[in-house]
């Protein structure tokens, strides 16, 4: 985003403008004709011929010659010859300048130092204490700062400039300052970043932006957790039943799933909790969209074709596609006619563009939230044991981030064998046996390893509490096999515990929809939040605090589009997974929330086979 074109159009209204002020001596008709004209010229975009007849101008009227020099200079700027604006900018006198027109000078000379590589002299005229800014040249001055802090060394001073406009940038403009704003973060490298996080208070504005940086340099960093202040959905006072708050539901909406193989049974999974819930929300009353299914291919080539065609069809907003390459393809498009929410996140090194948002049922998000839940439970010192997967990897760097983060510290930890089933040696490696009261364990694996483990561990005396990810529950209660996890608490999506008010009971649903149960389950549950986040898309993200109460979770959306899960938390109890004390159980209002057992995909769409969900 070249600072010359941020704000042409307010910059050539301003122009106008000044051109029509009067002044101490009034202007005679042939004046006021040739400032039109010359004015009617930039505004066509001829800038050179603008500038020669703002120039004319100030030849032929001594007592406006440094406010027409200015029109003019600002016509080569314009024209991108700053070259040319430079002499005229140097001999106007500024206290013969009036209402806008001293800041524009001032602006214009920091542009055309930094032009000439002297970005002291720019962050000078743009750091002035007692200089008063209007609205509209407020971005141009905040970027003209950036850049000069930037030149001088100040990489931090520049991001945090840049972070200050980024609320006041639309479009591109915004996309291209939040890319410029981590280039520079990322400059200072990982160790600084992490020192400068470290110091920061909660609610540091630039926190997220840190954090943000430190992704794209392959750090693991600490979660904030959302907070959750206003279910979005309640009743507007006074309104009628039918107005609720945040509620913006487009005309049609498209939905991108692969129906391949390897991805097409993921793809039904969600796809009929997507159907389940839009069914469910007629019972509202509420404006409800038309919604087209559309094969992503799954490959980006693919995913690219079914997305513009969704545009060309007339589709106002897109959910989907749903794998990572799929995503990265559509959300790397120069430019997103339509809103995208997409299924997955596409990497740690770019950002949703300014129309899209990103929706993922991430390890990480499980691995954070199990650290804080121990560490609110004074448990300080804890021990890891993960299975080799990828997403028990992943939970277990962010389980760290966030212990450490939050003043614990992992005392030991272990990786079980990908085969056999005696984990002794996993075991013994924690050296757990002198454990103090302020120990816990966390786990991440699947149900199978985590039935064998826990026995070994009750076997050697090791009878600390443990804590795990969603991944030890199979899908559905089997007390039977269950009970070896006596007592272990994990995170999970609360619908499929009916631990969620506002939704119908989820063994309801899943005695008619088969992919509602099993492995299948969370897919299911995260296509129907796909569906209700639709209307309230919008709402989340202007409005931090807001969150919608979901079937994966509570969902909030952050600063750069990533919808946030805070999970439930569980507990077997003989066998079967309850909600424990400590879990979220909010009250519910949204339009739509959840599916009715009576829903089923439209025609042209086939239920599939289940998998196992990834883990995001």
């Not at 050179?48 to 030849?59: C, E, G, I, K, M």
């Not at 904030?224 to 309104?239: D, Y």
């Not at 997507?274 to 559309?294: E, K, L, N």
Request: hydrophobic residues 40%; charged residues 20%; glycine residues 8%.
């Amino acid at each position: 985003m070249r600072s010359g074109r941020l704000a042409a159009s307010g910059l050539l209204i301003s122009m106008l403008l000044s051109a029509c002020v009067p002044s101490v001596v009034p202007r005679s008709p042939a004046e006021i004709a040739a400032a039109q004209n010359a004015a009617d010229l930039s505004n066509r975009g001829q800038f050179d011929q603008s500038a020669q007849a703002y120039l004319a101008l100030a030849a032929q009227t001594p007592s406006r010659v440094d406010h027409y020099k200015l029109l003019a200079a600002e016509a080569y700027r314009e024209e991108n010859a700053l070259d040319r604006a430079a002499p005229l900018v140097t001999g106007i006198q500024r206290d013969r300048l009036s209402d806008d027109e001293p800041v524009r000078l001032d602006l214009l000379r920091a542009e055309i130092a930094l032009r000439q590589r002297d970005p002291a002299t720019a962050l000078r005229l743009t750091t002035q204490p007692d200089l008063s800014v209007p609205a509209n040249l407020r971005p141009r001055l905040l970027i003209l700062r950036a850049d000069a802090l930037a030149g001088t060394g100040d990489l931090w001073g520049a991001a945090r400039t840049r972070v200050e406009m980024d609320d006041v940038l639309h479009g591109a403009d915004r996309e291209q300052n939040r890319d410029q704003t981590l280039t520079l973060l990322t400059k200072l490298g990982a160790q600084p970043l992490k020192q400068r996080a470290a110091a920061m208070q909660q609610g540091d504005r630039m926190l997220p932006w840190v954090n943000e940086a430190l992704g794209r340099l392959g750090v693991t960093v600490a979660q904030a957790q959302p907070n959750l202040e206003q279910a979005v959905g309640t009743l507007v006072p006074g309104s009628g039943a039918s107005v609720r708050e945040g509620y913006k539901m487009p005309a049609h909406v498209a939905l991108l799933l692969p129906n391949s193989d390897g991805l097409a049974a993921a793809g039904a999974a969600i796809r009929e909790g997507f159907f389940a819930a839009y069914f469910q929300s007629s019972d509202t009353h509420a404006p409800r969209a038309t919604v087209r299914v559309y094969d992503s291919g799954g490959n980006a080539a693919s995913a690219v074709k079914a997305y513009n065609q969704a545009v060309a069809d007339g589709a106002q907003m897109v959910i989907g596609p749903l794998a990572r390459p799929e995503v990265m393809a559509v959300l790397g498009q120069p430019s997103l006619p339509v809103p995208v929410l997409a299924l997955n996140h596409s990497d740690n090194k770019t950002l949703p563009a300014g129309t899209a948002s990103e929706f993922a049922l991430m390890p990480e998000d499980e691995g954070a939230q199990a650290a804080d839940h121990m560490i609110e439970r004074g448990l300080h010192n804890t021990y890891v044991l993960i299975s080799g997967d990828d997403f028990a990897k992943r939970a277990a760097a962010a389980f760290k981030a966030e212990l450490e983060a939050k003043g614990g510290q992992i005392t030991g930890t272990a990786q079980l064998p990908a085969s056999g089933v005696n984990y002794g040696d996993a075991v013994n490696a924690l050296n757990a046996g002198n454990a103090g009261t302020d120990a816990g364990i966390f786990i991440s694996m699947r149900a199978e390893q985590a039935r064998l483990l826990l026995p070994q561990l009750r076997i050697v005396r090791i009878n600390l509490p443990v804590f795990g990810t969603s991944h030890i529950y199979g899908g559905s209660d089997n007390a039977t096999a269950d009970r070896d996890l006596e007592g272990v608490e994990f995170c999970g999506a609360p619908w499929l515990f009916d631990a969620q008010t506002g939704l119908p009971g989820y063994h309801d649903i899943a005695a008619q929809l088969p992919a509602a149960h099993g492995g299948t389950a969370q897919l299911f549950a995260f296509g129907m939040d796909a569906w209700n986040l639709v209307p309230y898309l919008d709402w989340l993200h202007n409005h931090p605090g807001s969150y919608l109460p979901g079937a994966t979770g509570q969902l909030t959306v952050d600063t750069f589009g990533h919808v946030k899960r805070v999970l439930t938390w569980l507990k077997f109890q003989d066998g079967v997974a309850r909600p424990s004390n400590a879990s979220l159980q909010m009250d519910s209002t949204p339009d739509g929330p959840a599916p009715a057992s009576s829903a089923s995909a439209p025609a042209g769409t086939t239920p599939m086979p289940a998998t196992q969900p990834n883990g995001g």
